[in-house]
């Protein structure tokens, strides 16, 4: 089992940046795909980013690339993410994600961090 607690949200006005951070523990996650998810009021949860087991590749939701950088380290068993130049449209409940080794679908997910973003 992995348990994810995810952290770093907060309340920021547009155009600053926060750091969200999450911390994995159980069992190793350097075998696993790490992502973050959001959901915002009465929208379901889409994907925002993905980072592949070693670091080397990364996607995007469309919405955030070239303001969001994920990235992770597998020796402190963490995944972060790098928020630049937030939008009021970016305010959600920000979820942390890993797979199960090799596999591709999210199967364990973290508790969530609010991030509220204000014009």
């Known amino acids: 089992q992995v348990q994810l607690v995810d952290s770093g949200g907060g309340l920021v006005q547009a155009g600053d940046s926060l750091r969200l951070s999450c911390a994995a523990s159980g069992r190793t996650v350097s075998s696993s795909s790490m992502g973050w998810f959001r959901q915002a009021p009465g929208k379901e949860r889409e994907f925002v980013a993905a980072v592949s087991w070693n670091g080397i590749s990364t996607r995007y939701a469309d919405s955030v690339k070239g303001r969001f950088t994920i990235s992770r380290d597998n020796a402190k068993n963490t995944v972060r993410l790098q928020m630049n130049s937030l939008k009021p449209e970016d305010t959600a409940v920000y979820y942390c994600?890993?797979?199960?080794?090799?596999?591709?679908?999210?199967?364990?997910w973290g508790r969530g961090t609010q991030v509220t973003v204000s014009s």
């Open positions: 994600a890993a797979t199960r080794p090799g596999a591709a679908m999210f199967d364990y």
